[in-house]
């Protein structure tokens, strides 16, 4: 039973535009999650987080928007380059020490 | 700064074979976890520590086996390879709060993978 759903495997995106990776949840006890981002041959490294106390968080191109109630959360990258070409993945704390990751979404922004 | 280190970073074993992924940070992390990502699947906990001589199970622990000797080192052990264990093996790290959180920094710091290949 997946708790953290990316149901797009896969994303394809202007460069410039608005790029949006979608992420669903089960747990509704899950209160805090992250965004990571994977090149290849890479681990994932940490991109921006949110608190279930927040609806918005944004860090420079970055915003991640948590909607609680709908148990989703997005992340928007404006304006979308080619060097962000990677796997994001989200993440929710589930309890103590757990992370729970969903399978990814492939971006690939095009010159 | 290292990070947190990998070793080996491929492996091709057979089946029965055993085998230990070794991992190291030098961040001080009181925290330290073992996750495999398989296509489809994301990334799933094995293993993980809170700590020297603290060690529990996570989402998929069987044929896992870990230990936390010291800080720094937390070493994976495949003690008879299956094929389902061909998967890239992420080692990560963090700080941990007394009350349990990773929440401080939100971050997971992870090594680059170790693709290990069962025939």
Known sequence: DQQVKQNSPSL??????????????????????????????????FLISISSIKDKNEDGRFTVF????????SLHIVPSQPGDSAVYFCAAESGTYKYIFGTGTRLKVLA | NAGVTQTPKFQVLKTGQSMTLQCAQDMNH????????????????????????????????????V?????????????????????VYFCASSYALAGGSLTNTGELFFGEGSRLTVL
Request: with cysteine; glycine share 8%.
């Open chain 2, 30 to 65: 009181e925290y330290m976890s073992w996750y495999r990502q398989d296509p489809g699947m994301g990334l799933r906990l094995i293993h993980y520590s809170v700590g020297a001589g603290i060690t529990d199970q996570g989402e998929v622990p069987n044929g896992y086996n």
């Open chain 1, 12 to 45: 394809s995106v202007q460069e410039g535009r608005i790029s949006i990776l979608n992420c669903d949840y089960t747990n509704s006890m899950f209160d805090y999650f992250l965004w990571y981002k994977k090149y290849p041959a890479e681990g994932p490294t």
């Open chain 1, 66 to 73: 948590l909607n609680k109630s709908a148990k989703h959360l």
């Open chain 2, 67 to 87: 230990s936390r000797s010291t800080t720094e080192d937390f070493p994976l052990r495949l003690l008879s390879a299956a094929p389902s264990q061909t998967s």
